[in-house]
């Protein structure tokens, strides 16, 4: 079980956020990302008898992972983590002592060429993390209007060339349905340079993925689920890839909410329902970004509720 976890996914910040959680052998806990069961095996590992974990993920492949794990501290929850305090109501938890996040996507999901969440490989273009049900990034690409997929580029890729690229799908597609990778890189290629390449598909591809998953209004509802949740002294650990994700979870964890509005009292002081762990963000160390080249972009935010 142990070799197959390693080539699922290796765990980023893997020490850093557990440590992070402060945990409390008897305490009730989620991983919210489970993926290859790293940080959950590392959580499980500081429980006692009276503890628990409860740790979600909505890909089937994942749920594989949880095989041989301990079920009497244990619970794997298939469900995409918005549904976090749908959940816990489910199973009886009022309060939980700490929540664990590790965003983005893992390297199973980048390596497997059927998934198309890579532009490394060509396959379908699926990008789906709950490959049960919803659109895939071909339903999007074929389906959208030009100005939702510019929107969509833009918003969720930051890219200046938005509108161009969605008038050059729109058109390509009026010939033949871009249904693959290969399909779709054949369109978007040509607008960008070779030294930049990498970086702009990269940006292209994380909009799109971003699209399919509702990523952002799922994180949204996760962390307010978690707001409520986590018992007072309880600990917020959020790992981010990239700014949209990290300026949602850095709102929350200064101001109480997504949108970073503040509530002041008389003497101007903000009312947050957090208290910041790290002034500073927590980066990976050169090491850990040479051995794994995911955790080049990762940050590292912990808050403890008040």
Same mark, same amino acid.
């Given at each position: ?6 080539? *699922?996914? /290796? ?79 489910? *199973? ?47 339903? /999007?690409?074929?389906? *959208? ?7 969509? !580029?833009?918003?969720?890729? =930051? ?24 399909? !779709?890189?054949? /369109? ?28 952002? =209004?799922?994180?949204? =509802? ?60 927590? /980066? ?23």
């Amino acid at each position: 079980m142990a070799e197959s976890n390693v080539a *699922y996914h /290796v765990p980023v910040l893997l020490n850093e956020s557990v440590e992070g959680l402060n945990i409390d052998e008897g305490g009730c806990y989620v991983d919210v990302t489970f993926g290859g069961g790293g940080h959950s095996r590392a959580i499980l590992s500081r429980l006692g008898a009276g503890g628990h974990l409860y740790s979600f993920d909505q890909d089937a492949d994942a749920e594989k992972n949880a095989e041989g794990f301990d079920q009497g501290r244990f619970t794997f929850v298939r469900s995409n983590f918005r549904f976090l305090k749908n959940f816990m109501k489910f *199973y009886g938890v009022e309060q939980i002592d700490g929540l664990l996040a590790d965003l983005g996507v893992s390297s199973h999901h980048f390596d497997d060429s059927e998934r198309g969440f890579s532009f490394r490989f060509d396959g379908l273009l699926d990008m789906r993390m709950n490959q049960r049900a919803g659109r895939t990034a071909a339903d /999007v690409v074929n389906t *959208y209007t030009e100005k939702q997929l510019a929107d969509v !580029f833009y918003l969720y890729g =930051e890219l200046k060339q938005s509108r161009k690229l969605a008038a050059a799908i729109v058109k390509a597609r009026q010939t033949k349905k871009v249904e693959t990778i290969g399909d !779709f890189l054949e /369109v978007v290629k040509p607008f960008f340079r070779n030294e930049r390449e990498k970086k702009e598909l990269a940006k292209v591809f994380q909009a799109l993925r971003i699209e399919v998953n509702h990523e952002l =209004e799922a994180l949204k =509802e996760m962390l307010r689920g978690a707001t409520e949740l986590l018992r007072p002294g309880g600990r917020l650990v959020v790992i981010t890839y990239h700014s949209l994700e990290d300026r949602l979870v850095k709102n929350l964890m200064k101001t109480g909410n997504v949108e970073g509005k503040e509530d002041k009292d008389f003497f101007g002081r903000v009312n947050a329902p957090f208290k910041l762990v790290n002034r500073q963000v927590v /980066v990976p160390s050169e090491e850990e970004m040479e051995r794994n080249p995911r955790s080049r972009s990762a940050k590292l935010r912990m808050a403890e509720k008040l």
